[in-house]
């Protein structure tokens, strides 16, 4: 019952979005909805199966990172315009952009979200069990996962509030360790919920969450994309990625 109610809630948030983005003409609102989203689903799943007694961890870790995440993205984007990635699509696809940002946007987001989110939906299933080993491993790579989220984020944004750095590449504090800090703490995060979810729902299937957000993290939207621009836009980041591992931490190369 509980993916059902989900997918409905889900829906509507990006639905609710898309109308957003229509009348701002900006489809970058739809990055901001995606931590809130994930809060959204935690508690919808909490109030449709809890019972007196069940642990509201998972559904306030969820919630702390949902908002960081989507806090700072209202922030870094604001008073910005429209991300490329958009406004290329926008101007390829001309008058017809809006239908088709509603499919290949917000649907595919929606669509991504309820399979990431699959750990939370299932979390107040009768199973009467309690892995306590996997407690313990969840809430590690959770508070690991938010540290090298929330830091690499912060170092990232203390970077590029310096104009002279604008061509430069960032590579102190945790982005010498590793080239995406940030996508590797959320990779972590996610780990760390469905470990979490299944101490006590017993349900390994949902383990197709962090799997799903570990191929878009490293293989489709996250890493592999983003290297694409980064390439060439800084001169020196090819030289970056010859001496740093792009998405696991480890010592510099020489």
């Not at 639905?15 to 900006?26: E, I």
């Not at 061509?167 to 469905?194: A, C, I, K, M, S």
Request: charge should be positive; glycine fraction near 8%.
């Amino acid at each position: 019952m509980s993916l059902s109610y989900c997918a409905a809630v889900i829906g509507l948030l990006m639905f609710s979005m898309w109308l957003v983005s229509l009348y701002l003409r900006d489809v970058s609102v739809v990055d901001i909805a995606w931590g809130l989203g994930f809060v959204l689903v935690a508690w919808t799943a909490y109030f449709v199966r809890s019972k007196a007694g069940d642990s509201l961890i998972v559904p306030c870790l969820t919630t702390l990172w949902g908002i960081r995440l989507s806090v700072y993205l209202a922030w870094r984007n604001y008073g910005k315009s429209e991300d490329p990635r958009y406004r290329n699509m926008r101007a390829n696809w001309g008058d017809s952009f809006p239908w088709v940002s509603l499919v290949t946007v917000f649907g595919v987001q929606a669509v991504v979200m309820w399979i990431v989110s699959l750990p939370l939906q299932v979390l107040f299933q009768e199973s009467g069990v309690h892995h306590r080993w996997a407690s313990m491993i969840g809430m590690l790579l959770f508070a690991a996962g938010l540290f090298f989220e929330s830091i690499g984020d912060w170092q990232l944004a203390r970077f590029k509030s310096d104009p002279r750095n604008e061509r430069e590449v960032l590579d102190q504090g945790l982005w010498r360790y590793t080239r995406h800090p940030n996508y590797f703490g959320d990779f972590l995060v996610w780990w760390g919920l469905f470990f979490a979810s299944y101490a006590t729902s017993d349900a390994a299937w949902t383990v197709i969450g962090p799997i799903t957000m570990s191929i878009f993290l490293m293989r489709v939207s996250g890493v592999t994309l983003l290297e694409k621009s980064l390439q060439k836009s800084k001169p020196d980041y090819r030289e970056y990625v010859q001496r740093t591992n792009a998405f696991f931490p480890g010592p510099r190369r020489h």
